[in-house]
Every structure is written in structure tokens, then in C-alpha cells.
């Protein structure tokens, strides 16, 4: 199992919102099977890239690379969704005192 455990966790939102360290192949293929929305290119390619993953065929840098794309794309990145978050309450904030 540790050659499937990523050098760094993806941090994602999940379901309500909460948020979600995924710190490994089986993790990432597990939220791309559960996946809700809409299944792209990009969901297939990561999906593709943890099944190659499990089968010790890829690395497991390789399937975390097409996850973090994935969730990227999807706008649910921690980070990045707490940034435009952010942004969001700024712009509010700075229309209120105009």
C-alpha cells in the first residue's frame, strides 16, 4: 500500500462542503466512482490513471497529477475554493460601501 500513498494529499471539498484529505490511489479512485457530476475526459483520464495505478502499472505520482487536475477543473481544490471565497466576500464586501 505505500507505494499507492501520494507524496502530498489533495485536499478537496466534498458532498455538503466538508473537506476531504485524499492521501492515496485508492482514495482518489474511490471520490472519481462516487463522482456525482459530470464525468469529462478528465474524469475518465484520472480514473484510467488509478486503475493503472492499483495495477502497480503507473506510478502513484502519476494518478495523483490526473486527480488534482480533475478536481481542479471541478473548482473543488480546497485552497482554490477557499481563494475565490474570499474573493467573492471582497468584491461583496467593497459593493456594500459604495
Known sequence: MTDLRFNNPVSI????????DVENVLEAYDV???WNGTR??????AI???RDAIARMQP?????????RFVHNKGILT???LDRA?????????Q???
Open 60 to 68: 502513484a505520482a502519476q494518478a495523483r497529477e490526473a486527480f488534482q
Open 79 to 81: 485552497e482554490e475554493a
Open 40 to 45: 469529462d475526459d478528465d474524469h475518465a483520464a
Open 32 to 34: 472519481l466512482l462516487e
Open 86 to 94: 474570499a474573493l467573492t466576500v471582497a468584491q461583496e464586501w467593497g
Open 96 to 98: 456594500l460601501g459604495a
Open 13 to 20: 471539498f466534498m458532498g455538503l462542503g466538508f473537506p476531504r
Open 48 to 50: 484510467a490513471t488509478c
